[in-house]
């Protein structure tokens, strides 16, 4: 059985959740509104202030689909609620970004300014010039937009420079002068 599958989702004051015939599950909340297509073998059940799903049978591709989308669910009622934030640190000399609205501008030691465009519903803030705040909605609109500014300058393993997660650690190596 899946035990993530099993657990009801509780719906927390000011987040409405609709179903309609199509499967679709919508959320509504003060962070914004987030829809779903649920595979038609998964039941969702709304009832009062929570959402249950149920499957089929115990096929494995049902199992699988059964924790999937109570887990999407889930992280949609979390993130129109509270929402998701990703942490990055820029690490180098002469490195820095700064955010102008929803432009993220970086100076990673290239010829050029490195300058992305965050997607809608993602929220980009730089409270230093070697510091990023990712905020939205969508869980995974926020950790792919996070992992596209890291892969601009990944960290390297002999000085650490480059852009990581605030709570990644990277593995340092020593140089060749280590060797003796």
């Known amino acids: 059985m899946s035990r993530i599958g099993l657990k009801p989702i509780v719906i927390p004051a000011g987040v409405e959740v609709t ?15 987030l829809t779903q ?10 009832e009062g202030s929570e959402i249950t799903l149920s499957r089929p049978s115990d096929d494995k591709e049902h199992r699988a689909m059964h924790g999937l989308y109570r887990a999407l ?9 509270d929402g ?14 700064q955010a102008q609205g929803s432009k993220l501008t970086m100076t990673l030691g290239f010829s050029h300014p ?21 905020s939205g909605a969508d869980k995974q609109a926020v950790g792919q937009f996070a992992a596209q500014v890291r892969e601009k300058r990944p960290p390297e ?4 420079k480059g852009i990581k997660y605030s709570d990644e650690h ?11």
């Open 19 to 33: 179903k309609n015939d199509a499967n679709t599950v919508t959320v509504k909340g003060p962070n914004g509104t």
């Open 84 to 97: 998701f934030k990703k942490t990055l640190e820029v690490n180098g000399v002469g490195y820095r970004v």
């Open 170 to 180: 990277i593995r340092r190596k020593e140089g060749k002068a280590g060797k003796k």
């Open 37 to 46: 297509d649920v595979n038609k073998d998964i039941t969702v059940n709304i």
């Open 114 to 134: 490195v300058i992305m465009e965050a997607p809608e519903g993602i929220k980009v803030e730089c409270p230093s010039a070697n510091a990023i705040v990712i």
């Open 73 to 81: 669910i889930a992280n949609m009622v979390t993130g129109v609620k």
């Open 157 to 160: 393993p002999y000085k650490g």
